[in-house]
């Protein structure tokens, strides 16, 4: 069990930054083209942590379902 959950946050760190900045440059240029404007720092600043917090849960949530799918389900023994 133990081995299953280290894989699950090896797997969520390592893809953690690439899903970050997909996530962050798909909000900005979203935000970009709704607002019709570039955004100042402030903006790019508050998407950035806002990308982070999604692609923890992304990349957590896909982590755990990847592991199932490749390991199985973990049991207690």
């Not at 970009?32 to 849960?57: C, G, M, P, T, Y």
């Amino acid at each position: 069990m133990l081995m299953f959950w280290f894989w699950v946050l090896l797997l969520a760190a390592l893809l953690f930054y690439p899903v970050t900045q997909l996530v962050w440059i798909i909000s900005v240029r979203r935000m970009q083209r709704k607002l019709q404007k570039e955004l100042n720092e402030q903006e790019l600043a508050a998407e950035k942590q806002r990308a982070r917090f999604i692609s923890v849960i992304m990349c957590f949530f896909f982590s755990v379902l990847y592991n199932i799918a490749r390991l199985g389900f973990p049991t207690g023994g």
